[in-house]
């Protein structure tokens, strides 16, 4: 199983990325995707989180309204669309599987199964 992270970069404050996040070696449309990001000598940070249906979305309570979390099954991606950046958001960014058989999505480091390599985003202020 591989998941790779693409998409990071430098960006000035009020900017926006996308992350993406392509899969392998797994039935992506099985599996619940999370975003987590972890800054300098801190802990990882939930993001979001999606179910593998798609339909249901998590987001830590401080990014409601500026990140949005998506998914495209037929593209194995999983996607992260930043707006309004502030350099507190600056982190390395991680995707993260889970298998489910259910509907739920997960906000907990420990859920995943499988984790990317990680993107940096770095907001210049």
Known sequence: VQLVESGGGLVQAGGSLRLSCAA????????AMGWFRQAPGEE??????IN???????????????????????KNTVYLQMNSLKPEDTAVYYCAARY???NSYFAETGAYTYWGQGAQVTVSS
Do not use: C, P, Q, W
């Not at 392998?24 to 599996?31: A, E, I, K, P, Q």
């Not at 990882?44 to 989180?49: L, T």
């Open 100 to 102: 489910s058989i259910g």
């Open 44 to 49: 990882h940070e939930f993001v979001a989180a």
């Open 24 to 31: 392998s070696g797994l039935t992506f449309r099985n599996y």
């Open 52 to 74: 593998r249906g798609g339909d249901m979305r998590n987001y830590v309570n401080s990014l409601k309204g500026r990140f949005t979390i998506s998914r495209d099954d037929a």
